[in-house]
């Protein structure tokens, strides 16, 4: 069984910071990537942040500037730092990972449960 579980959400004014963090855990082989998305109300989902396990990143361009994803292999935690929030970053944050999951011997996608991030005007 694979978890991955979020924290850091939270209630910021306009121009604050939050840190998310998302830990894996479980029967995991390896990780691939790792990946922020978030869903406001009635909206779609879309992708913010990923990266690769080679290091590379990608941002979604509403976020450039403003979002750093990172990741610490030896802990299977990917983060993601917000700096300068708008109102408009307010939605639920999900992160996921691409990975091999040791007891099913196959990769796939996972989710964590979201949190919560709210910024105020």
């Known amino acids: 069984q694979v978890q991955l579980v979020e924290s850091g959400g939270g209630l910021v004014q306009a121009g604050g910071s939050l840190r998310l963090s998302c830990a894996a855990s479980?029967?995991?082989?390896?990780?691939?990537?790792m990946g922020w998305y978030r869903q406001a109300p009635g909206k779609q989902r879309e992708l913010v942040a990923a990266?690769?396990?080679?290091?590379?990143?990608y941002y979604a361009d509403s976020v450039k500037g403003r979002f750093t994803i990172s990741r610490d292999n030896a802990k299977n935690t990917v983060y993601l730092q917000m700096n300068s929030l708008k109102p408009e970053d307010t939605a639920v944050y999900y992160c996921?990972?691409?990975?091999?999951?040791?007891?099913?011997?196959?990769?796939?996608?996972?989710w964590g449960q979201g949190t919560q991030v709210t910024v105020s005007s």
């Open positions: 479980g029967s995991i082989s390896s990780i691939n990537a």
């Open positions: 990266i690769l396990s080679g290091r590379s990143t």
């Open positions: 996921n990972a691409d990975l091999v999951n040791t007891t099913a011997q196959a990769r796939g996608l996972f």
